[in-house]
Structure formats: C-alpha cells, structure tokens
C-alpha cells in the first residue's frame, strides 16, 4: 500500500513500496506409471469378483428351492438352499441315523447363516420328532409356524396337534391363516379341520366367533362345509352360534345348509334351523305359506318364494295393480312351456288343510289356465292339493281348495305353474295366500 509525506516545500508525497513477486511453484510430482496400472487392475478384479458374486448368488437363488446341491455348488453358504436341502433329505419315504443327521448339519447351517429360515426350524422339529422329543418338536414347529404364517406343512400340523390337545381356539387362529393366505388350495384340507372343530364339544361358539369376523373366505367355507360328507348337527350347531353374533349368517349363506338338509330329506331340521336365522321381522310373520301377501319378507328358499323367469315368461314380485301392497305378478309373452313360475316349500302337519287366496287376469287363454298345486316333497311324493284352473277373473276373485297331508308327508312343494298346450298371452296377480286347518 502506498504511504504519503512531504517534500522541502511542504508539498505531499508519496512513497512507493516495492513488492516482489511469489517464488514459482514447484513442477508436479509424477506417479509411475506402474502405480496405475496396478490401480486399474485393481479395479477391474473388483468389478469382476462383484460380477461373479452377483452371477453366482442370482443362479444359486434360481436353483435353491429345486435343486439346492446344485446351488449350494454355486455358494457353499447359501442360507435358502442348506435349509431345502434339509427339507429334501426328509421327503424320502425313509431315512437312517445318517440322514437324519445331515438333516440336523444343513438345517443349523442354515439358521446360523439366517435365523428366519423357518423352514430349518421345522426340519430340525421333524428330527426331534424321530428321536422321541415330543417336546422339542412342539416348541420347533410352533417357531417355524410363527416365523412364518404361511408356512403350510408346519401350520398343518400346528392345527392337528392344537386339536388333539384341545385347544381349539389356537388351532382355529391358524386355520385363518392359512385360509387367507391359500383360499383355494387351503379350502378343503383345513375347511375339514374347521368342521372338526365345530364338531367338537365347545368347538361351534369358537369358529362361529372366527366366521363373524366376516374372513374373506367365509363363503366358500360355509358353502363347502353344506356340500361336503359332514355330520348335519355340527353345521346346524355352527349356524346356531353364529345367529347371536354381529354378523349371523346371510340368506345365501342359509340357503347352503337348508338346501343341504331338504337334498338329504331331513325336512323338519331345515325347516328348524331356517326359522330360527330368520330376523324378528320374519319370526313375527311366520304364517303357511310364509308371506303369502308377496310383501318381500326377509328369509332364503325353499321356505319363502323362489320364482322362476322362463322364455316369454316373466315372475316378480310386484306393486298390486289395484290396492295397497305387493303381489306375484305373472306375465306371458308368446310362452310355450312355462313350466312351474313360483314355488315355496311348506312344512304342513298330516290333516285336512283348507288353501285361500286371491288372484286377478287380463287376456289369459282358457286352454292354458294356471294351477296351484301341494305336492309331498319326498322323491315320487303324492299330489295332495290341487285348485281348480284359473283363467279369467276381471275382478280380484277368491279361489280356494283343499289339502289332505298323509301321515308320511314331512314337508310339501306349494307351485303354481301352466296346464293345457300351445301359446300362451297374458298377465295375472295373485295375492293373500292362506292355508288354515
């Protein structure tokens, strides 16, 4: 910075300070060459242990589940594969002491590699068995089938052995597992040991707490459990327990277990257990026929209307053209067979029975008139009612005929369908159906 002074006269001056330049910087010094080479290769042989590593541990994974030797040839420490390997040895229809003992090598191999190879654990629980500790392989398997919940051999036998040892709730808990994790492949096998469980004394109240908790494969189970060879008394127990929960059993759901019942002729039991799942609103209106009004009151076939739509034929329930309330209404466009329209099964006591009821039509043909007709529901079962043909009635007319029940006829089809030949046009409403001793 320059500094300022005077000269003789007085006058400023300046002063001006020399600054010498910064020394040169020193060349760079220079790596050898041989220095980078090593570098390089040094590189290249990481990348290309890194590439193998991958390579090998990508097929080793590919083969581990079907051909573990081979891909514990490709990496010795292949947690997966050492625990397949294990799973392996013991799918053979025997083994010695020196198998079981590569059982016991690969599966603790493979544990001490990954502790959440459950499958190791339930090889090693698989051993414990063959060697008599019943304990040992209780507590290995229960960590296989916690380890993993869909682990399917272990769960399996978790559940059998929760059956046999009563404890039912436990065994249900893991059946859910499975049911939601395999619901198709799971349906048959641990649907069986649900039915097993509801069979059980205590058993229904513990599946029926499982079922109100609405699982995804709730329908499918209910409805493989009605189709299956089972003791009727263990569903009708499990549908029992299920009417007090949040969530009892839905008219498609009822259907399967009723249906089942009136297939195998058990008729009362059907009737019984359909009564007793319907809502307050169809308890307090039980009446032969039920809802003989057609207002729609809640409850599945057989024991309420199933109506049938055929080719030119249409069968629905319906505002009353002149009235307050709902009728069966019935229509016939060009109809050739109509066949039976509607139909409701009854479970009359054996006497004479009296059927009432009210219908109207318009532009019906007398060569086709309609029919209500009681029929016993046993295969070949007799006619035992029958109304006289209807075909005009311009105004809302009463019909009615009687009902003689045999002894032996535990239940009854009442059906209304088309008699007579040819084409068939026109509408009717029927309504206020009743049957009185």
Not at 97 to 107: E, H, I, K
Not at 115 to 143: C, H, K, N, W, Y
């Amino acid at each position: 910075m320059p500094a300022s002074s005077t000269d003789e006269a007085g006058r400023p001056g300046v002063i001006l300070r020399v600054v010498p330049p910064p020394p040169p910087e020193p060349p760079p010094r220079r790596t050898p060459p041989w220095r980078d080479i090593l570098l390089a290769a040094g590189l290249a042989a990481a990348g290309i242990w890194l590439a193998v590593t991958i390579v090998t541990g990508s097929l080793a994974d590919a083969r581990a589940d079907k051909a573990p030797a081979a891909a514990l040839k490709l990496r010795p420490d292949h947690a997966g594969a050492l625990a397949r390997a294990a799973e392996k040895r013991l799918e053979v229809s025997r083994i010695d002491a020196a198998g079981l003992a590569a059982v016991r090598r690969d599966a603790r191999r493979a544990l001490r590699l990954d502790p959440t190879q459950s499958s190791a654990f339930r090889s090693l629980a698989f051993v414990a068995g063959e060697d008599g500790d019943m304990a040992g392989q209780r507590r290995l398997m229960t960590i296989a089938g916690d380890r993993m919940k869909r682990d399917i051999p272990a769960n399996l036998w978790l559940i059998s052995d929760r059956l046999k040892a009563g404890r039912l709730a436990e065994a249900v808990q893991r059946a859910d597992g499975l049911m939601r994790a395999w619901p198709v492949s799971m349906r048959t096998r641990v649907g069986d040991q649900l039915v097993a469980v509801a069979a059980a004394q205590g058993g229904a109240p513990i599946v029926a707490n499982l079922l109100d908790s609405e699982p995804p494969w709730r329908l499918s189970f209910l409805s493989g459990m009605a189709k299956g060879d089972l003791n009727p008394g263990a569903a009708m127990a499990l549908y029992t327990a299920m009417s007090s929960g949040r969530h009892p059993p839905s008219e498609q759901e009822t259907s399967f277990l009723v249906g089942r019942l009136v297939r195998d002729g058990l008729f009362q039991e059907a009737f019984l257990i359909w009564a007793q799942l319907l809502p307050p609103e169809g308890i307090s209106n039980l009446a032969d026929p039920y809802d003989g009004g057609f207002e729609g009151l809640p409850g599945a076939p057989p024991f309420n209307w199933r109506l049938f739509e055929r080719p030119g034929t249409v069968a629905e329930i319906a505002p009353a053209p002149r009235g307050e309330g709902h009728v069966l209404y019935l229509r016939f466009t060009d109809a050739a067979r109509p066949g039976v329209l509607a139909r409701e099964l009854l479970a009359l006591t054996p006497g004479k029975q009296v059927l009432t009821g009210r219908w109207l039509s318009d532009g019906l043909s007398a060569g086709r008139p309609l029919s209500w007709t009681v029929r016993c529901a046993e295969r070949g079962g007799p006619l035992v009612g029958q109304s006289p043909p209807l075909s005009v009635a311009t105004d809302w007319t009463t019909f009615s005929f009687p009902i003689e029940v045999p002894p032996d006829c535990k239940a009854q089809w009442l059906s209304v369908q088309v008699t007579g030949r040819g084409r068939m046009n026109g509408e009717a409403w029927f309504d206020d159906l009743k049957i009185t001793r």
